[in-house]
Nanobody
Framework: QVQLVESGGGLVQAGGSLRLSCAAS????????MGWFRQAPGKERENVAA????????RYADSVQGRFTISRDDAKNTVYLQMNSLKPEDTAVYYC???????????????????WGQGTQVTVSS
Protein backbone atom coordinates (compact mmCIF):
# COMPACT_ATOMS: atom_id res chain seq x y z
CA GLN A 1 0.00 0.00 0.00
CA VAL A 2 1.04 3.54 -0.74
CA GLN A 3 -0.46 6.53 1.01
CA LEU A 4 -0.45 9.86 -0.83
CA VAL A 5 -1.09 13.28 0.68
CA GLU A 6 -1.33 16.38 -1.49
CA SER A 7 -0.73 19.93 -0.34
CA GLY A 8 -0.15 23.37 -1.78
CA GLY A 9 -3.51 24.15 -3.31
CA GLY A 10 -5.28 27.45 -2.80
CA LEU A 11 -6.68 30.58 -4.39
CA VAL A 12 -4.52 32.50 -6.84
CA GLN A 13 -5.10 35.21 -9.41
CA ALA A 14 -4.77 34.50 -13.10
CA GLY A 15 -1.14 34.65 -14.14
CA GLY A 16 0.05 33.50 -10.74
CA SER A 17 1.84 30.36 -9.63
CA LEU A 18 1.36 27.50 -7.21
CA ARG A 19 3.43 24.46 -6.37
CA LEU A 20 1.61 21.31 -5.39
CA SER A 21 3.35 18.62 -3.37
CA CYS A 22 2.45 14.96 -2.96
CA ALA A 23 4.10 13.10 -0.11
CA ALA A 24 4.16 9.31 -0.37
CA SER A 25 4.55 6.78 2.39
CA UNK A 26 4.17 3.06 2.89
CA UNK A 27 6.39 1.60 0.18
CA UNK A 28 9.63 2.33 -1.60
CA UNK A 29 8.88 5.44 -3.61
CA UNK A 30 11.46 4.78 -6.29
CA UNK A 31 9.49 1.86 -7.74
CA UNK A 32 6.49 4.00 -8.62
CA UNK A 33 5.43 5.99 -11.61
CA MET A 34 3.53 9.12 -10.60
CA GLY A 35 0.88 11.32 -12.11
CA TRP A 36 -1.09 14.47 -11.44
CA PHE A 37 -4.73 14.60 -12.44
CA ARG A 38 -7.43 17.22 -12.08
CA GLN A 39 -11.19 17.24 -12.05
CA ALA A 40 -13.36 20.30 -12.50
CA PRO A 41 -17.07 20.31 -11.58
CA GLY A 42 -19.09 18.48 -14.18
CA LYS A 43 -16.03 17.26 -16.04
CA GLU A 44 -14.12 14.01 -16.19
CA ARG A 45 -10.86 13.54 -14.39
CA GLU A 46 -7.96 14.31 -16.70
CA ASN A 47 -4.25 13.76 -16.57
CA VAL A 48 -2.21 16.95 -16.58
CA ALA A 49 1.29 15.54 -16.01
CA ALA A 50 3.04 12.23 -15.46
CA UNK A 51 6.56 11.13 -14.64
CA UNK A 52 8.20 7.74 -14.82
CA UNK A 53 9.90 5.91 -11.97
CA UNK A 54 13.34 7.46 -12.50
CA UNK A 55 12.20 10.94 -13.51
CA UNK A 56 13.73 10.64 -16.94
CA UNK A 57 10.48 10.82 -18.91
CA UNK A 58 7.63 13.25 -18.43
CA ARG A 59 4.35 13.84 -20.24
CA TYR A 60 2.04 16.84 -20.17
CA ALA A 61 -1.44 17.54 -21.37
CA ASP A 62 -1.51 19.99 -24.26
CA SER A 63 -3.47 22.44 -22.13
CA VAL A 64 -0.62 22.79 -19.59
CA GLN A 65 2.44 22.22 -21.77
CA GLY A 66 4.98 24.97 -21.14
CA ARG A 67 3.23 26.16 -17.98
CA PHE A 68 3.34 23.15 -15.63
CA THR A 69 6.35 21.11 -14.57
CA ILE A 70 6.27 17.75 -12.82
CA SER A 71 9.27 16.61 -10.81
CA ARG A 72 10.12 14.11 -8.11
CA ASP A 73 12.51 13.99 -5.19
CA ASP A 74 12.96 10.35 -4.26
CA ALA A 75 14.98 11.24 -1.16
CA LYS A 76 11.90 13.03 0.16
CA ASN A 77 9.35 10.59 -1.27
CA THR A 78 7.66 13.56 -2.86
CA VAL A 79 6.41 14.51 -6.31
CA TYR A 80 5.75 18.13 -7.25
CA LEU A 81 3.66 20.02 -9.76
CA GLN A 82 4.89 23.54 -10.41
CA MET A 83 2.10 25.52 -12.02
CA ASN A 84 2.90 28.86 -13.64
CA SER A 85 0.83 31.32 -15.68
CA LEU A 86 -2.33 29.92 -14.17
CA LYS A 87 -5.62 30.46 -15.93
CA PRO A 88 -9.20 30.34 -14.63
CA GLU A 89 -9.71 27.12 -16.61
CA ASP A 90 -7.06 25.47 -14.43
CA THR A 91 -9.51 25.61 -11.53
CA ALA A 92 -10.12 22.06 -10.31
CA VAL A 93 -9.38 19.56 -7.59
CA TYR A 94 -5.90 18.20 -8.23
CA TYR A 95 -5.05 14.62 -7.39
CA CYS A 96 -1.76 12.80 -7.09
CA UNK A 97 -1.62 9.16 -8.18
CA UNK A 98 0.91 6.33 -8.06
CA UNK A 99 1.40 2.92 -9.57
CA UNK A 100 4.13 0.34 -9.35
CA UNK A 101 6.23 0.09 -12.49
CA UNK A 102 9.27 -1.94 -13.51
CA UNK A 103 9.88 -0.61 -17.02
CA UNK A 104 10.16 3.14 -16.78
CA UNK A 105 6.81 3.73 -18.45
CA UNK A 106 4.86 6.98 -18.19
CA UNK A 107 1.16 6.37 -17.51
CA UNK A 108 -1.52 8.92 -18.41
CA UNK A 109 -4.86 7.17 -17.89
CA UNK A 110 -6.56 7.32 -14.50
CA UNK A 111 -7.31 3.60 -14.80
CA UNK A 112 -3.56 2.94 -14.89
CA UNK A 113 -3.13 4.10 -11.31
CA UNK A 114 -3.75 2.09 -8.16
CA UNK A 115 -3.19 4.69 -5.46
CA TRP A 116 -4.71 8.14 -5.08
CA GLY A 117 -4.48 11.08 -2.74
CA GLN A 118 -7.46 12.91 -1.35
CA GLY A 119 -7.05 15.90 -3.66
CA THR A 120 -6.29 19.58 -3.17
CA GLN A 121 -8.39 22.45 -4.49
CA VAL A 122 -6.86 24.95 -6.88
CA THR A 123 -8.92 28.02 -7.69
CA VAL A 124 -7.74 30.61 -10.20
CA SER A 125 -9.62 33.90 -10.21
CA SER A 126 -9.85 36.11 -13.28
Amino acid sequence: QVQLVESGGGLVQAGGSLRLSCAASGRTFTGYAMGWFRQAPGKERENVAAINRNGGTRRYADSVQGRFTISRDDAKNTVYLQMNSLKPEDTAVYYCAARGDSYGTVWVKSSNYAYWGQGTQVTVSS
